[in-house]
């Protein structure tokens, strides 16, 4: 114990990225939320000396290179927000680290592909990758540009160039891609060096297949897709690489069977499946068969998620981190899992949320994303052997204290158990002036991790409710499946019915309401002003849809799109629960906010329910922001997004007016 103590004391901030601050009588300033938080996508080294980060400076996240011998840090690349933006990092072997990049391409008159079906709207998302050296040298795009036989430039034929499906343990200086070079939709498999860009093609596309998988060697082992753009099919591939079609519907759900990674002789598959249960779990396959082998981990309540965290050298399963009410771990090795709480009990202010966000080779050293009970999202650098934490960045160091989200099941008017999560000010006592926080996607789900937004109203004197309204993923597919068909139905009512509970329990003022969402969320917050408007004195949309005929339309541009658009609504529907057909009807005021080159809900969206606001004078603010995405990726967006939130609650929600 005594050394534990040690270690305490020897605790070293890493200088510019950690940070305090003392609790003040005002509240911060709207923009100290809106910072994007220092790093993100942290990857340790093989060897574990040094870790390659994206951090954040100048309005994005830029590749930085941490080294611990030296405790010095420098940028390897930097991004250019009006180009291009930095998705992840990983280190290739301990000289070479690859990154993904991604840019938001809008195609003008004249342009290859422009008459594509799928790039009709104009824009697409390219993702490509840069080799660096750890010392900055030999920055290198990979995949050298293509062309067809004709001379005709494909880069528009393939999109996602950053798909790696194998590092290639065996050769460092390589790495196995799929790309959809030579047709648009089914993709090839290539070997590239990643130190000269050479590139081999090892073997051609199948008119099936759109994800290929191999082993840390890089042979195939078994490949997925669908036919006829619907139908799920499975193969397995032997050692002379011919393919065998499996029936691996027994293990499928709503959603199919998700592999996770294989075995290091190639020979087994993990997988996350339903095997014949409501909820997902975590099963061992044999890939020549499609039998499962043995199941790793179920659970009757929650989904199992998919962040199963294997060794790095032998490829067994370590510990997979799945979400219940908060994140859960459950561990396949017991010494490992002993030096991991030794490290949650050391670290400062006992966060009650510690993930795993990387590991070297040997699994000496890790790289732990704490928060919860109070503190702020915080990376640290664990050595259990020598007992040493290295805080490397801790998120929002300008405020104070921070506030929890607590779990919660409310009832439904049909009955439903609905799942959600609430945070009331720190200050003052109940009932509250209230927001509610509905998540996107819509079949995605929230949970107790810190959100920038909530900090931000609470620090206003507001509660928040976030629900996970019927069709919210990670509860099974008996929950999943009860919001289909169901936008601005049933779903709509669980987030209303959340409202009540929350006056029920004296939370929240009900006559001080505002919903308050993004992408379906948006939606969510629009619906409720046509049709609930007497709930809510304001309404604020970011991204949100309003015009589901022509989400349709766009969601059928995409591959796979019909099983998409089969979840939303169907026939007459669609209109009757479309924000953009119902502007007459909308009772309060409306903040919109959209990015113009959103790719997940168009732009059009939005301008389209502005200029009928327009025409029907209804109140309203409209803010569109200028190479904006779906994400608020860019730090000057998410500050303009909540100084214009905090000003129009100020004026709708806080003000002491009468609606």
Not at 26 to 49: C, H, I, Q, R
Request: charged content about 25%; glycine content about 8%.
């Amino acid at each position: 114990m005594k050394a534990w103590v040690t270690s305490r004391r020897i605790l070293i901030t890493w200088i510019g990225l950690f940070g305090c601050c003392v609790a003040v009588a005002e509240p911060p300033p709207a923009a100290s939320f809106g910072k994007l938080p220092p790093m993100m996508s942290v990857n340790l080294s093989p060897d574990g000396t040094r870790a390659v980060v994206l951090r954040a400076l100048n309005d994005s996240y830029h590749v930085t290179l941490l080294d611990f011998k030296t405790r010095k840090s420098s940028m390897l690349m930097a991004a250019k927000p009006d180009e291009f933006l930095f998705n992840w990092c990983r280190w290739a072997n301990n000289a070479r680290i690859v990154c993904s990049f991604r840019s938001y391409i809008v195609m003008r008159a004249g342009q290859t592909g422009v008459a594509r079906r799928s790039y009709r709207d104009g824009r697409t998302v390219m993702t490509r990758l840069l080799a660096v050296n750890a010392d900055g040298s030999n920055v290198l795009q990979l995949v050298p540009p293509a062309q067809s036989r004709s001379g005709r430039d494909l880069v528009w034929n393939s999109p996602d160039q950053s798909t790696v499906i194998s590092w290639l343990q065996d050769e460092p200086d390589h790495i196995l891609m799929q790309i959809a070079r030579e047709d648009r939709l089914f993709p090839s498999i290539y070997k590239i060096n990643i130190n000269n860009n050479k590139m081999q093609r090892v073997r051609r596309q199948h008119g099936s297949v759109v994800r290929w998988y191999a082993d840390r060697r890089g042979k195939l082992r078994f490949a997925t897709g669908r036919r006829n753009n619907l139908k799920p099919v499975v193969f397995a591939i032997d050692e002379k690489g011919r393919m065998r079609e499996m029936d691996m519907s027994y293990l499928a759900g709503i959603n199919v069977p998700e592999p996770l990674g294989l075995s290091l002789d190639g020979k087994h598959s993990y997988v996350a499946a339903n095997n014949g249960a409501d909820t997902m779990g975590i099963f061992r396959i044999n890939v020549a068969t499609g039998e499962v082998v043995d199941t790793l981990y179920t659970n009757t309540r929650f989904d199992a998620g998919r962040r199963l965290i294997r060794h790095p050298r032998t490829g067994e399963p370590v510990v997979l981190e799945y979400l219940e009410a908060s994140l859960r771990h459950h561990w396949f090795d017991g010494e490992l899992e002993a030096s991991y709480e030794r490290a949650v009990a050391v670290l400062p202010g006992a966060p009650s949320t510690v993930s795993i966000a990387s590991v070297d080779r040997e699994w000496n050293r890790v790289v732990l994303r704490a928060e919860g009970n109070g503190t702020f999202p915080t990376y640290y650098l664990y050595d259990d052997a020598a007992k040493t934490l290295l805080a490397l960045g801790r998120s929002y160091s300008d405020l104070g204290h921070a506030v929890s989200l607590n779990p919660v099941v409310y009832e439904a008017r049909d009955g439903q158990m609905i799942p959600a999560y609430y945070a009331v000010p720190d200050a003052g006592e109940g009932p509250f002036p209230t927001v509610i926080l509905p998540h996107g996607g819509p079949y995605a789900r929230d949970s107790d991790r810190f959100d920038y937004r909530v900090q931000f109203l609470v620090s206003r004197g507001i509660a928040v409710l976030k629900p996970n309204y019927r069709g919210s993923a990670g509860y099974g597919d008996v929950y999943l499946a009860a919001g289909f068909d169901q936008w601005g139905l049933k779903m709509q009512d669980d987030v209303i019915d959340g409202l009540d509970w929350m006056v029920e329990q004296g939370i929240a003022d009900g006559d001080r309401v505002c919903i308050v969402g993004g992408s379906y969320g948006g939606y969510v917050a629009l619906v409720a002003a046509y049709k609930t408007p007497e709930r809510l004195r304001c309404a604020v949309s970011f991204a949100g849809v309003t015009d589901l005929p022509e989400l349709v339309k766009h969601q059928l541009n995409f591959r796979f799109g019909r099983l998409a658009v089969a979840r939303i609504q169907g026939g007459k529907s669609r209109s009757e629960n479309s924000p953009l057909d119902h502007v007459d009807e909308i009772g309060v005021p409306l903040l919109i906010v959209h990015g113009d080159v959103d790719r997940s809900v168009m732009i059009e969206q939005s301008r389209t329910l502005v200029a009928a606001l327009e025409e029907a004078g209804k109140p309203y603010r409209y803010i569109e922001q200028p190479n904006g995405d779906h994400f608020l990726s860019l730090e000057s967006h998410r500050i303009e997004f909540l100084e214009a939130l905090d000003e129009f609650l100020g004026e709708h929600l806080l003000g002491k007016s009468g609606r």
